[in-house]
């Protein structure tokens, strides 16, 4: 995912896009806890009042974040889908490359999903419910797309896969080994066999 707030495309945005830019970029870079509403405000040339305006809370502003980040994830699958509708080994293949991608980013800090999950304790909270929504469509997509190329229990390595994709990313994160994009793209590929 392209995290990094660019300066020259800020100024063309409206605020409430400008706000979401910002807040996105703080979040990805320090986590939601510790970042500021004055922080986000400032970030995008904005006010805390305007701020304010078009959303109730920062919390509001957290869960908007994060609707738009299980867009962009979904929209990936639609893609792929549209481009390879014949082809679910090669879909299921694009998404791990789509994960592999994102790993070697320059200061990759983790699944954006998984931190803001350990920021939110309570199994209330909207944005956890909608992020633990957005992963089980994510795994029924993988499931569905297993089932349709006629893989070997089909089910088992929806599951296999996805706990590679979401351990690499983990992995990625704690610099745990070297190559983590290689070596899941490796992984993935002889799964998919």
């Given at each position: 995912m392209d995290t990094p707030?660019?300066?020259?495309?800020?100024?063309?945005?409206?605020?409430?896009?400008?706000?979401?830019?910002a807040a996105q970029a703080l979040f990805f870079e320090q986590g939601i806890a510790r970042v500021t509403v004055d922080a986000i405000a400032a970030l995008a040339g904005s006010t805390k009042m305007t701020l304010y305006r078009h959303f109730e809370t920062k919390d509001v502003l957290v869960l908007e974040w994060l609707r738009l980040l299980t867009e962009q994830y979904s929209a990936v699958l639609d893609d792929l889908a549209a481009r390879l509708p014949?082809?679910?080994?090669?879909?299921?293949?694009?998404?791990?490359?789509?994960?592999?991608?994102?790993?070697?980013?320059?200061?990759?800090?983790?699944?954006?999903?998984?931190?803001?999950?350990?920021?939110?304790?309570?199994?209330?909270?909207?944005?956890?419910?909608?992020?633990?929504?957005?992963?089980?469509?994510?795994?029924?997509?993988?499931?569905?797309?297993?089932?349709?190329?006629?893989?070997?229990?089909?089910?088992?390595?929806?599951?296999?896969?996805?706990?590679?994709?979401?351990?690499?990313?983990?992995?990625?994160q704690n610099n745990g080994m070297d190559d983590v994009a290689g070596q899941l793209l490796r992984m993935v590929r002889r799964r998919l066999v």
């Open positions: 707030l660019r300066p020259e495309r800020v100024a063309q945005l409206p605020p409430r896009e400008r706000l979401i830019d014949d082809r679910p080994t090669r879909q299921l293949m694009g998404f791990a490359e789509f994960i592999a991608l994102d790993l070697q980013r320059a200061g990759y800090r983790g699944c954006p999903f998984t931190n803001s999950l350990a920021e939110l304790a309570d199994p209330q909270h909207p944005a956890r419910q909608l992020i633990e929504a957005h992963k089980r469509r994510q795994f029924q997509r993988i499931a569905t797309l297993c089932e349709q190329a006629q893989l070997n229990e089909p089910l088992d390595t929806a599951q296999e896969l996805t706990l590679l994709l979401e351990g690499a990313q983990v992995v990625a």
